[in-house]
């Protein structure tokens, strides 16, 4: 059973979500300075099963 002391001490969910997508932009950032434009065609035909 969880307790208020319990949330309040747990991570913050919102914060993690947020420091995650930051790092995954980062490294989209260096990617695309890496291999230009093509790291978009890439990361759709790898991410988006439609393709």
């Known amino acids: 059973m969880s307790t208020v002391s319990d949330r309040e001490s747990s ?3 919102e914060g993690a979500r ?21 790291v978009n065609v890439r990361r759709t035909a790898s991410f988006d099963p439609k393709n």
């Open 18 to 38: 947020d420091s995650f997508k930051e790092f995954i932009e980062e490294r989209y950032g260096e990617w695309e300075r890496e291999f230009g434009d093509d």
């Open 11 to 13: 991570p913050d969910p």
